[in-house]
């Protein structure tokens, strides 16, 4: 009996208790969108595409400079000594001289196809870093809006289970005083308790995982001291995509990653070009100039200037197999882009199929949630109701509350799952990240949304 008469008051000091646990320092709290900004500052990934981008641009600029004028100082400086043996030795004297030779060639490429192919890939290459650019930072919102969501998620359910423990707090109060005067069973009291324990678990557990997304939100914006704005209730996200078919095609003509696949082929079918163009005669204008103080076969001779105007011919007749292979490895590699670009098509129009039958789903799946949370909210307060007058037992009570902790729970991931649908539809099928980051996150706060700026009809 003294027992049951103290629950009440351990759960309270274990409520205080916990919540000196949990308590988290003040954070400011930040929109989607300025999360995703901070990500595009801060995130390694994107600034590794960014390099990347650069690294091309490079490499462009070294092939294309192997087609312009090359021109090169030469210069060297000698230290000159002729001694003569046996009988000459007798006939000429000794000598000691410096020598100095320094001049510059120039040369110009005329004709040079495996160059001019190699220019070709170079750019192909750069329009593939730029669509890698592009497609990093649709998969940085991806993942910046969903670490976002989720911390906005596991507080709504670390929320509701706070208020259902609140809510079993007063129940097994009023369950114990009802006990003490043998107006329930001990079954029923110990019911509310282990029910109570259970969602404190639950509370608990929720706490943790919402403290381990914030980590992951942390991880892209390198900021731990931001927390997102709450999940509004009503969220507006209409699509103007009108069916999956539609859907495909838009994603077949504007994804990045079928372009930056598009791009392989096209730097490969150049690779091939360049190796059988290596085939061909390379034909360059050479000019000279020299001037020279220097013997000849260690004999001394007068200061002289050589100049000259050259064209030079290469043409290879045998390279011992190498060069014939390195067609085959092209080739190869052009087959294998191909493929790959197929392959990257099919997941691609899948993926936005897939983003517009979740999308619908999803939407239908929140209108049920938000009906099952109505009629939950009746059911607690009819149970509740009932078990004040008697009519009803007090397990008919936890049935309810934990009906409506399961029901606010499917709400908020249905927002969630519907947000994230929308979200992926909208950039598989052309919309800009940055629009649709400034959307979603006025229509996570509650602002009404009409369309997405940048979205393809």
Not at 125 to 145: E, F, G, P, W
Not at 219 to 231: K, W
């Amino acid at each position: 009996m003294n027992f049951f008469a103290t629950v009440p008051k351990f759960c309270c000091l274990l409520i205080l208790f916990s919540d000196q646990i949990f308590a988290e320092e003040a954070k400011v709290q930040i929109t989607l969108e300025v999360a995703y900004a901070k990500a595009v500052e801060d995130a390694p990934m994107l600034a590794a595409a960014k390099f990347r981008v650069d690294s091309a641009k490079a490499e462009k600029s070294a092939a294309i400079g192997q087609l312009l004028p090359q021109v090169m100082l030469r210069g060297s400086w000698s230290d000159n000594k002729i001694e003569y043996d046996s009988f000459a030795a007798d006939l000429y004297d000794d000598q000691k001289y410096q020598g100095e030779r320094y001049g510059f060639q120039a040369r110009q490429t005329l004709f040079n196809v495996s160059r001019v192919y190699e220019v070709e890939r170079q750019n192909a290459l750069l329009d593939r870093s730029k669509d890698d650019l592009d497609q990093t930072q649709l998969d940085l919102l991806i993942a910046v809006t969903e670490a976002y969501m989720n911390i906005q998620v596991a507080d709504a359910d670390a929320a509701q289970f706070q208020k259902e423990f609140d809510a079993l707090v007063q129940q097994l109060e009023q369950a114990t005083a009802l006990y003490e005067r043998s107006l329930i069973s001990v079954t029923e009291l110990l019911e509310t308790q282990s029910r109570m324990d259970a969602v404190k678990a639950d509370l608990i557990r929720a706490q943790g995982a919402a403290d381990i997304t914030r980590e992951r939100l942390s991880q892209f914006t390198g900021d731990r001291e931001i927390e997102p704005m709450p999940l509004r209730p009503a969220i507006q996200l209409p699509s103007t995509v009108a069916s999956a078919q539609a859907a495909a095609r838009l994603a077949m003509e504007v994804s990045p990653a079928v372009l930056a696949e598009e791009d392989s082929v096209s730097a490969a079918r150049a690779a091939v070009d360049r190796e059988k163009g290596s085939w061909w005669p390379e034909v360059d204008l050479l000019i000279t100039q020299q001037y020279s103080d220097v013997g000849f076969d260690n004999l001394t001779s007068p200061p002289r200037t050589t100049e000259s105007v050259s064209i030079e011919i290469n043409y290879p007749l045998i390279q011992g197999g190498s060069g014939r292979a390195r067609i085959r490895g092209a080739e190869a590699e052009f087959y294998a882009a191909r493929n790959e670009l197929e392959t990257i098509k099919r997941e691609i129009q899948t993926t936005a199929r897939s983003a517009w039958l979740r999308l619908r789903a999803a939407a239908e799946r929140l209108t049920a949630a938000t009906q099952a949370v109505e009629t939950s909210e009746v059911s607690v307060a009819a149970a509740t109701e009932s078990v004040r007058i008697g009519s009803a037992r007090n397990t008919d009570l936890l049935l309810a509350l934990a009906q409506e902790t399961r029901a606010q729970r499917d709400l908020s991931h249905a927002h969630q799952l519907r947000a994230m649908a929308w979200l992926e539809l909208e950039l598989v099928t052309g919309s800009k990240p940055n629009a649709v980051a400034s959307v979603l996150s006025d229509a996570l706060v509650g602002v009404g949304v009409a369309s997405v700026s940048g979205s393809v009809p």
